[in-house]
Every structure is written in C-alpha cells, then in structure tokens.
C-alpha cells in the first residue's frame, strides 16, 4: 500500500500479493477516540465510483464526513451493518453503521483509488477531486506533495553537521503545520459550529484550534513563517464567531467543544496585528473579542465578579484567573492599536487581577475562597485542584504580560533569577 496527497484528496495505490482477494473493505461503523457513529450512507455511482458519509457524535457532537472514491478498475460491491447484499450502481444503503466490500476480481492486482472529503456535501467532495486530482499519475501527487513540504520547510534554513540534529528539527517543523486542517472544500463550503453549511471565498477554512496548546508556541511560529495561513486562521476565527457568537476556545471539526480553558483566539489575533498581519476586519475582531470574555463560560463571572476566581465557586481557579488577565491585556493592546485609549486603560487595568492571587507570604500564585481567604493547606508541588495540567511552580510565571510587575511581587530581578 502507498498513499500520497492533494490537499483535499488522497491517492491510494495497492499492489496485491499472489492467492490473495483482489479486494477492500471500507468501515463507517468501527468508532474510535470518544467517537460514536450516528449515520452511515454508501451510494454506488456506478461500477469504480462510490459516495457517501459517516455521522458521528463525540468530543466534536456533530462530526460529518462526505466522501467520493474513485477506482481505476470496475469493481463489485457488498455493503450493509449485519448482513452484506450486493449494491448496484444507483443503489445506496443507510444506516447506523456500514460495512462495504469492494471486490476487483482477477483481472490485475494493482488498484488504484482516489478519495476525497468535505464536511458540506458529497457535491463538495466530487468538486474537490475534479479540481485537485482529475488524473491517475499516482507519481504525480507523491512529487507535487513533497515539493509543497519542500517550499514550507525551507523557509528555515538550519546550519549544522549533525545529521540526526537536523532530522529532529525538520520533524517538528513538519509536525507544527499538520494543524490546523484544511476544513473547506474547493466549493468553499463547510459546516459551521450552528450546524448548517457556511462559505468563503477569500480564504481557506481551517478547524482544529487546540488554542491553549498553540497559542504560547505554535501560533507564533505560523506568524513569521505562514503569515498567508495565518490570516486565513483568524478569519476562520472570525467565521466561527459569526456563526456561534463566540470566538473559539478548542474548535473542532466545525464544533466548540470548549475543552481547556482560557481564551486564546484573543492572543493569536493580537500578536498577528502587532506584527502586521492584517488581513481581517479589525473592528469586528475587537468587538468579538470583548464579547468572548463577557460570556459565562468556566469561571469569567467569578472572575468578573471578584477580580480573580475564588476555588470554592471554580475548578482550576489559579490558571483560570492568569489566563483571563493574559486575554484582557491582550485586549488592551488591540484597543490601543486601534485608538481606543480609554478602553484600552480599563483592560490593562483588569489584566493586574493577577495580583490578587499572589500570595506573598510563600512567593507563589496560590488561590482564595470568595471571601478572600488564602487556602490553609500550601503546597506549591500540588497538581491540578487550583491548576490546569501543573502546580504552582509552573503556574506562577504564567505572567506573560507583565514579567515587570511579577518581578516586583518577588521583591526584584535577584529573587526572581534566583527562583528561576
């Protein structure tokens, strides 16, 4: 088996062994990863090509996945959930979940197969293969494939002798662009967070937004070395708002699973404006922004509310509190950029609430009760209750706005190197 890529579409070529069927199965019924499947459609066009979906619900609760394979040698077809029965071309069968058997026959041992994807239509997916892979030169995909990774990866040029130095590092580099996803199909259609199926056409739609894991790291890669991608990503953002009326906090596949916390579409954004990449409508990124961190979502009333979260009202209320802070700094940033001085000095106002859970005695963020009360039992090593995914020694230096004003609640550079 090989496989090579377009960007929507793939091209599988299998070369079968001897005494063996000329033959493949395709499964829309196994579920996997949280997944469970909801609806499955296999309609057979006719004798090499096939459409149809697979619905699911999981951490995203409304996945879908249109199809179209394409295959280079007439074929039959078996398919069905308990019990297999042919499907002639025309034909289609739908169901909780679906099994279907291809089979080739003897004619050669070599297939080839092209199968393209879109979350809107099975019209999207036969539009992606017209237009991405309308030939059969498997060869073609595999070389078009890897100079499209060549262009990316040598917009850093690394220097060295150690061979194995520069695998690692052209590894990770692959491995920070596999996400985001490209999510709409060459029709520019996608299904968007309300469930119904959106368009663009001025940038490509990207879904996977893991935010609290990229924003630190990954984004800020994609601004010096994928501003064009960049872009797009915000204003997929951007679309994601218009629809659900949110920016998003962990997209995935077209749905807010809010998973993780904090809200770092609001970081992206502002870091890819302050280095001019503007390709988006300013003020309506501000206005989403601020409405993201009005809404109630994991603690921001509290938050409001008490200028920090207490833990008896809130989970994970230390990282929570210096993840909110960070957002609203960000916010004033982005207001001031745009001349919006006084509302710009209101939420650098509210980005010092990470003060409030500073607890000087111990040098350490640590968290209060509503009524603003340390928590009596210390222990800067504890992992999670106050904390998301670490302690206290990591959470305290979770300041990235304002290393000045932590270094001072340290008592100055020499205690703060020193902790380091």
């Known amino acids: 088996t090989e496989l090579a890529v377009t960007p929507r579409c793939g091209i599988q070529y299998y070369q079968y062994p001897e005494n063996v069927a000329h033959a493949l199965t395709i499964d829309l019924a196994t579920a996997r990863n949280w997944d469970n499947t909801t609806e499955t459609s296999i309609r057979k066009i006719n004798n090499r090509m096939l459409e149809g979906y697979r619905k699911s619900r999981g951490w995203a609760r409304d996945q879908r996945v249109y199809f179209v ?86 917009k850093i040029k690394v220097e060295g002798n150690n061979e194995d130095q520069l695998k690692i590092f052209y590894t990770a580099l692959y491995h920070a662009y596999t996400a985001p996803y490209t999510f709409s199909d060459v029709n520019g259609n996608y299904k968007g967070p309300d469930g119904e199926i959106h368009s663009v056409h001025k940038h490509t739609q990207y879904t996977v937004f893991s935010l609290w894991d990229t924003y630190r790291a990954a984004h800020p890669l994609f601004t010096i070395t994928q501003k064009k991608r960049t872009a797009d990503m915000i204003n997929s953002m951007l679309k994601h708002y218009d629809a659900y009326g949110l920016l998003p906090v962990w997209e995935l596949a077209g749905n807010e699973t809010n998973c993780m916390i904090g809200n770092h579409s609001i970081p992206v954004i502002v870091e890819a404006w302050m280095k001019g990449i503007r390709n988006f409508d300013g003020e309506k990124a501000y206005e989403a922004m601020k409405k993201t961190v009005l809404n109630n979502r994991a603690g921001m009333q509290a938050f409001r509310n008490f200028h ?23 916010i004033a940033r982005f207001a001031q950029s745009l001349g919006k001085q006084d509302i710009a000095d209101q939420y650098y106002q509210k980005a010092q609430n990470y003060r409030n859970l500073y607890y000087p005695e111990h040098g350490f963020m640590w968290t209060k009760d509503a009524k603003g009360n340390w928590r009596d039992r210390f222990d800067a090593t504890e992992w999670g209750g106050p904390f998301t995914e670490g302690s206290s020694w990591h959470w305290t230096w979770s300041v990235f706005h304002d290393p000045e004003g932590l270094s001072e609640l340290m008592g100055g550079h020499e205690p703060m190197v020193a902790r380091l």
Not at 320 to 330: I, P, Q, R
């Open 308 to 330: 920090y979260i207490p833990y008896d009202l809130e989970n994970e209320s230390v990282s929570k509190t210096l993840e909110y802070a960070y957002a609203d700094w960000c």
């Open 69 to 154: 394979i394409e295959f280079s040698q007439d074929c039959q077809v078996m398919a069905g959930k308990d019990k297999f029965q042919p499907l002639e071309n025309g034909q289609k069968i739908t169901d909780k979940g679906c099994y279907i058997w291809v089979d080739f026959g003897e004619k050669t041992n070599k297939i080839l197969a092209k199968v393209s994807i879109s979350s809107a239509n099975t019209e999207g997916a036969l539009a992606n293969l017209e237009k991405e892979l309308s030939h059969w030169s498997f060869d073609k995909v595999k070389r078009d494939a890897k100079h499209a990774w060549k262009r990316e990866l040598q």
